[in-house]
């Protein structure tokens, strides 16, 4: 289970899957510099390593694996791993080096492993599709495996990130999950226009939003985009990632396949 540390309880939910799929659950905690571009927040990012180790070992894990930067990229390292497809739209539009780092850390890890389960969140949609695709592409004897999004009472996605958010901020990015959730009811009442169902979640989010750099329907196993005017299928991604408070929150649900985020929720319009 590859994570970047500040561990919460999704993390505790993935480790207690993997438990069940392995006698063996091995934890690695490592920031990794690669997946971060230019002015992200790599050197503020939060590293609670002792309190992640403790996490860990209570909620499963048969080992943590932290490596240092020089053990996971000796001098004179250069190969770097990409998913060009998979990658390209949503986040790799915003993050266009993002996707890179993540596919080459994971390859790596998943080298040391040799044969495993590995278990990623549905959080990170496009990370897990990413994923997904290179294990297969590149024939290694990984089963990856998706776990959905485990979420605050009041709806919001448990995220490392959401640590950056003050009390008002924390109270706006409540509208994200408000914004799926009448997408998704309108997605069960039989909207299926995806300009349509992307509008409602940023009409509800945009108001609360310091900036949005997307709010997209995609196919949910290439990660690709559709056009507005586009009619999907039984089964579609919608995909957000915007900043509130300073933070980047991301945010998904697979319309046709997920549960809504807040289950009847019901829009107040005063």
Same mark, same amino acid.
């Given at each position: 289970?590859?994570?970047?540390?500040?561990?919460?309880?999704?993390?505790?939910?993935?480790?207690?899957? =993997?438990?069940?799929?392995?006698?063996?659950?091995?934890?690695?905690?490592? %920031?990794?510099?690669?997946?971060?571009?230019?002015?992200?927040?790599? =050197?503020?990012?939060?590293?609670?390593?002792?309190?992640?180790?403790?996490?860990?070992?209570? $909620?499963?894990?048969?080992?943590?694996?932290?490596? /240092?930067?020089?053990?996971?990229?000796? *001098?004179?390292?250069?190969?770097?791993?990409?998913?060009?497809?998979?990658?390209?739209?949503? +986040?790799?539009?915003?993050?266009?080096?993002?996707?890179?780092?993540? =596919?080459?850390?994971?390859?790596?890890?998943? &080298?040391? !492993?040799?044969? +495993?389960?590995? +278990?990623?969140?549905?959080? *990170?949609?496009?990370?897990? $599709?990413?994923?997904?695709?290179? #294990?297969?592409?590149?024939?290694?004897?990984?089963?990856? %495996?998706?776990?959905?999004?485990? $979420?605050?009472? *009041?709806?919001?996605?448990?995220?490392?990130?959401?640590?950056?958010?003050?009390?008002?901020?924390?109270? /706006?990015?409540?509208?994200?999950?408000?914004?799926? /959730?009448?997408?998704?009811?309108?997605?069960?009442?039989?909207?299926?226009?995806?300009?349509?169902? &992307?509008?409602? %979640?940023?009409?509800?989010?945009?108001? %609360?939003?310091?900036?949005?750099?997307?709010? /997209?329907? #995609?196919?949910?196993?290439? #990660?690709?985009?559709?056009?507005?005017?586009?009619?999907?299928?039984?089964? #579609?991604?919608?995909?957000? !990632?915007?900043?509130?408070?300073?933070?980047?929150?991301?945010?998904?649900?697979?319309?046709?396949?997920?549960?809504?985020?807040?289950?009847?929720?019901?829009?107040? $319009?005063?």
């Amino acid at each position: 289970m590859p994570t970047m540390g500040a561990l919460h309880e999704g993390h505790a939910k993935l480790i207690r899957e =993997a438990a069940t799929r392995a006698t063996f659950v091995v934890v690695t905690v490592f %920031v990794n510099p690669t997946q971060f571009g230019p002015n992200e927040d790599l =050197a503020k990012y939060p590293r609670t390593l002792e309190a992640d180790v403790a996490l860990a070992f209570e $909620r499963g894990a048969s080992l943590v694996f932290a490596p /240092s930067n020089d053990a996971m990229y000796p *001098d004179g390292d250069e190969t770097r791993v990409r998913v060009p497809g998979t990658s390209h739209d949503l +986040c790799g539009v915003f993050r266009p080096t993002h996707f890179e780092g993540v =596919a080459t850390i994971v390859t790596k890890l998943f &080298a040391l !492993a040799g044969p +495993c389960v590995a +278990c990623f969140g549905k959080k *990170d949609y496009q990370q897990l $599709r990413v994923i997904s695709r290179l #294990a297969k592409d590149l024939f290694l004897p990984v089963d990856v %495996v998706g776990i959905p999004t485990v $979420r605050e009472p *009041d709806g919001l996605a448990l995220s490392s990130r959401n640590r950056y958010l003050d009390a008002n901020a924390r109270a /706006s990015a409540r509208r994200i999950p408000e914004g799926l /959730s009448l997408a998704w009811q309108a997605f069960d009442r039989g909207e299926r226009r995806a300009g349509a169902l &992307a509008h409602l %979640v940023r009409s509800r989010v945009e108001p %609360v939003a310091a900036s949005i750099d997307y709010v /997209s329907v #995609a196919d949910p196993t290439t #990660a690709q985009a559709f056009d507005d005017d586009a009619q999907v299928g039984p089964r #579609a991604l919608l995909a957000l !990632a915007l900043r509130i408070g300073g933070a980047r929150l991301i945010d998904n649900v697979v319309l046709g396949e997920d549960p809504a985020p807040i289950a009847n929720f019901i829009e107040d $319009r005063r």
